[in-house]
Every structure is written in C-alpha cells, then in structure tokens.
C-alpha cells in the first residue's frame, strides 16, 4: 500500500514537471516568435532609416552647392562659407532628436571630421589613415564611396546609422554625412520587447505558482496521508522490531541447542562460492573462530584422500536431484588429528546446500570397541559351543548306556555273573564298566570284615 501511494505520489510530481516544463516551452516559443517578428521589423525600419538618411544627404548636398553658389561664389575660403550656410541654416541640417549632418575631407590616404550642424566647428579633430578608417562608420563610407549607409561609433560614442555622399565643391574631395542615433531607431521597438518579454515573465510566473499551488495541494494531501501512515508505520515497526527480536532469541536458542549437542551449521552456495556457517562449525574443523574465507573448496580439502570421491558424489547428487546428504567421513582438522565427522544436509529452494555436522570422533571409537567385544563374545561363544558339543556326544553315549543296562540283565543265581548278547557270561563289574563309564573304588563291608578278617578291630 506505501509502495502505491509513493508511485502515485511520484506520477503527480512527474505530470507536475511535464505541465511546467510544457509552460516553460510554450513561452520561450512566444518569445522567439515575438523577438523574430520585432527583429523583422526592426529590419525594415532600419532599411527605411538607411533610405530616408540618404535622401537627406543628397538633399543637403544640394542645399549646401546652392547656397554656396548664392553667397560667395568667387571665395577661396570656401570651408567658412559651407560652415556659414550650415549655420545660418541649421534646421535644415538637423532632423529628428538626435539626426546631425557633418562636413569630412579626403586627402591623399587620410580623411578628416570637419563640421557638424550640432556641434559646430570640430577644432580636435585630427587626420585618420584610410587603414584604421575600419573603426569609424565615416571613416568606412569615404572608402566605399559613393552614397553608403553603414552602422557604426559616432562622435559621442553611441551607435549611429549613418549614409555618407560626394560633395564637389572647387574642386576638393569632400564629403557630406548623414547620421542618427541607433537607439533612436529601436526605442519604440524596445519598448514593444520589453513590454512582452514582462508579460510573457508574468504568464510563467503566473502559469508556475498555478502549477505549485496544485502541486501543493496534492502534496498537502500526501503529507496527512503519509502522517497517518507514518504512525501506522511506527506502529508496525515496534511490531517488527518486537518480532525481530523474538527471531533473534529463537535464532540463539537454536544455536545453544546446536552447540549443546555439539552440531555445527553450515550452508553453502557452491557456484558463488560463499558460505554460512556457525562457530561450533569451524570448532569442528580445529578453528578457534570464524574462518574468513572458506567454501565447499576449504571442507573438501580437509576430507582425507580415501573418503573425497564419495563425500563429492554425495553433495553433488543433492544438489541436482534434491537427494540428502547423510555421510560419514574422516577430516584432518588444522592441527592434522585425525577425526570422523558426521554430515547431514539437503538443498534449499534457492538452490543453496543447507546441514549440519557433527565430531563422531567418540562414537566411532564406541563402535570399533564394541565391534571388538562382539567379535570376542562370539570367539567365545563358539568355543563353549565346541565344548557342550563334545558333551552333548558324551552325554548321548552316556545316555545310550544307560538305556542298556535299564534292560532286564540276565545274572547267575550262583555266581553273580551276567550273560552279554553274545551269550558269554561276565561278572557283574567287567558287565557296567564296559557298557557305562563307571568305574569301580574296592572296600569291604562291616559284614565282609567280620567274616573274611575276623582279626581286624574297626
């Protein structure tokens, strides 16, 4: 649900940027649009500036051969009568607010401001090489020659457009000079630019808070949403932070209950090399702590050389056909003891080999023990087997003696003697001793004494 609200809180700032953006276009487009239409206009007012200029030159240069021709025709000062008749006539020679008509000569490579109807007589002016005349819109029209109209530095160093014309008069290399502030020209176009280039400034700003105030609108709504959020959010957190805890009092227990039953963790993610493992783990092996760097590498490396065939053949089973590991095995720990180790794992979702491990050291030493009593007991049980056979056979032979002799024994009535099967007759003694084992001690009798060794005192 966070996850949607910020996407959606996102987008709005996005639309936000693309509308503003949009604004931004639009009006630097109006601008160009606008500064290509007045620059067109300025171009024809310009043009027709350059025309009027040099209608006004060639009119004035009329003017002055007239009227130097009315009042001293015969003079060789013939600089002081142009100057007189400029300055008796003065309006003729200066138009608009800032138009002026000014008198230049040509000698040999130089040329030389003279006069003009504003100011008078330019007494500090000095001859400029025609090679420098580049740096004056003047200086660039006697070059041309002929009737120019060129934009240029004027005399208070603004800039003029000015046309400049031939004046003959007795024969020298004069020249008349038309010229008229550029600002003059421009000042009411400036005026239309600057006028739309505040409005357009406006419109932006206009069109940009109309976008903030949306924006922020939007953002004001997200702020109480994301408050209500955040307290339910602090409250899930307490949640998982509880939980977390909880996670980790399980995750120690179980790691207690590992170490008490002497079980290491371990977990493997071959291709990537890397592992997990808990330090009853690395114990096993003969570490004091944690191994930095170790892998399936590193556990196949302490596997004696006997047992690696069929430790690989068992994980790599596991780890394509989903089959568990259950293996016994010897390992040489650090310090090359020689120890048996149990493992036991299988494969995880996520493609990892996931056990445990354990020393059976001890186990192993239990079972070769009690493998060794077992084999004692049986050596033993086999010969006390041996043995009741033998006195099993004595005992059937026994048993088959006595079997005769519960016979009915044909004995002598006289003699005492006893007749065998085969008809002989044999005393009583020789007859048990030979078909039982008996055996006979000899005494006599207290009657047999008396009888046969009367003399004997008992």
């Known amino acids: ?111 030389q401001l003279l006069y003009s109807a504003r100011k008078g007589d330019i007494a500090n002016s000095v001859p400029t090489n025609l090679d420098d005349a580049f740096q004056n819109s003047f200086a660039r029209s006697l070059l041309f020659g002929d009737t120019q109209s060129l934009i240029g530095i004027g005399l208070n160093n603004q800039i003029i457009l000015s046309a400049c014309v031939p004046l003959k008069i007795n024969g020298n290399n004069l020249f008349l000079i038309t010229s008229i502030d550029f600002n003059e020209i421009i000042k009411p176009y400036s005026n239309i630019i600057l ?128 089959s568990n590991i259950d293996i016994a095995c010897r390992i040489y720990k650090r310090n090359k003891e020689l120890r048996w180790i149990w493992v036991r794992g299988r494969k995880r979702s996520d493609g990892c080999l996931i056990g445990i491990v354990r020393d059976i050291t001890a186990r192993k030493k239990m079972e070769k023990e009690l493998n060794d009593f077992k084999d004692h007991l049986e050596e033993l049980v086999h010969k006390r087997t041996t043995e009741l056979e033998a006195e099993k056979e004595k005992l059937q032979q026994a048993h088959s003696n006595i079997k005769s002799l519960n016979a009915l024994l044909p004995i002598c009535s006289g003699c005492g003697k006893i007749r065998e099967e085969d008809g002989n007759w044999n005393n009583l003694e020789n007859y048990i001793q030979k078909h039982t084992d008996s055996k006979f001690s000899h005494s006599l009798c207290p009657d047999c004494l008396k009888t046969h060794y009367p003399n004997i005192k008992v």
Not at 10 to 32: G, H
Not at 65 to 90: G, P, V
Not at 259 to 277: A, C, M, T
Request: hydrophobic share 45%.
């Open 1 to 111: 649900m966070e996850n949607s609200r910020l996407h959606s809180f996102i987008t709005r700032a996005n639309v936000a940027n693309k509308y503003l953006l949009s604004i931004f276009i639009m009006v630097f487009i109006v601008f160009l649009i606008t500064s290509e239409m007045m620059l067109s206009i300025l171009k024809l007012e310009v043009k027709s500036s350059y025309q009027t200029l040099e209608t006004y030159a060639k009119n004035e240069t009329h003017l002055i051969s007239f009227k130097f021709k009315e009042e001293n025709t015969h003079s060789k000062d013939y600089l002081d009568c142009i100057f007189s008749a400029m300055a008796k006539n003065k309006p003729s020679f200066i138009f608009s607010e800032t138009g002026d008509t000014l008198i230049a000569k040509q000698k040999n490579d130089n040329f």
């Open 195 to 322: 006028t739309t280039l505040i409005v357009e400034i406006i419109l932006l700003t206009i069109g940009i808070i109309f976008i903030v105030m949306i924006y922020t609108k939007a953002l004001r709504k997200e702020i109480k949403t994301a408050a209500k959020d955040l307290a339910l959010s602090r409250k899930q957190i307490c949640e998982l932070k509880q939980i977390e805890k909880s996670l980790a009092d399980i995750k120690k227990d179980m790691e207690e209950a590992l170490d008490v039953g002497l079980f290491g963790f371990w977990l493997y993610d071959i291709p990537s090399g890397k592992s997990i493992r808990s330090l009853m783990h690395d114990h096993i092996f003969g570490y004091d702590a944690l191994v930095e760097k170790w892998n399936f590498d590193s556990f196949i490396n302490h596997v004696i050389e006997e047992d690696k065939e069929e430790v690989r053949k068992s994980f790599d089973e596991a780890a394509v056909s989903n």
